[in-house]
C-alpha cells in the first residue's frame, strides 16, 4: 500500500536515509496501531540525478507492506504530476512537446491518455478535462493499463 505525503525532496535528498520521515498512527488495511520499520526502496524521481530512499513499514498483524511517497506523483512515475500535466496540455493545446523531458516519455504519456479517453468517451473528448476528471478519480490517466 503507497500512502502520499508531503516530502521535502531537497532535504531528503540530503539526509537520505536519515530523511525523518513520519510513521502512519495505524496499519491503513487493519487498522493495527503498531508498525515495524521495513527499510527502503529506492525511486528515481526527474528532479534528482540519483535514487532517493522511500521509507516503507510492515504491518505486523494483517504482513501488509506501507511505502511512503512524496505527494505529487502518480505511482511508479519519476515525473511530477504537474510535468505531466504541462506536457498534456501542450499537446493537446499546441501539438508541440515541453522542454527538459524526452518526447518519447511525452508521447507515451499522450498516447496513454488518448486510450483512457477514447476507452471511457464516446465522442471526441477534451483531453485536458479527461486528464483532471482521472486524477480527481484517483487514477493514473497516463498509465498503459485502462
Ligand atoms: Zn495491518
Not at 66 to 91: C, H, M, Q, V
Not at 119 to 135: C, D, G
Request: positive net charge; aromatic residues 10%; charged residues 20%.
Amino acid at each position: 500500500m503507497i500512502i502520499s505525503i508531503q516530502v521535502d525532496i531537497n532535504l531528503l535528498s540530503n539526509l537520505q536515509k536519515d530523511y525523518p520521515w513520519p510513521k502512519p498512527d495505524h496499519c491503513p488495511n487493519c487498522n493495527n496501531p503498531k508498525l515495524w520499520g521495513h527499510g527502503f526502496v529506492d525511486a528515481l524521481l526527474d528532479c534528482e540525478k540519483f535514487p532517493v530512499p522511500l521509507k516503507r513499514y510492515r504491518c505486523p498483524n494483517c504482513g501488509c507492506v506501507i511505502k511512503l511517497k512524496p505527494k505529487g506523483y502518480f505511482n511508479r512515475f519519476r515525473a511530477t504530476i504537474d510535468t505531466i500535466r504541462k506536457s498534456i496540455t501542450s499537446l493537446a493545446t499546441t501539438g508541440k512537446y515541453i522542454s527538459g523531458i524526452a518526447y518519447q516519455r511525452q508521447y507515451h504519456w499522450f498516447t496513454a491518455l488518448i486510450r483512457h479517453a477514447t476507452a471511457r468517451y464516446t465522442l471526441s473528448p477534451n483531453l485536458i478535462q479527461v486528464f483532471e476528471k482521472l486524477v480527481a478519480g484517483g487514477k493514473i490517466p497516463v498509465c498503459r493499463t485502462i
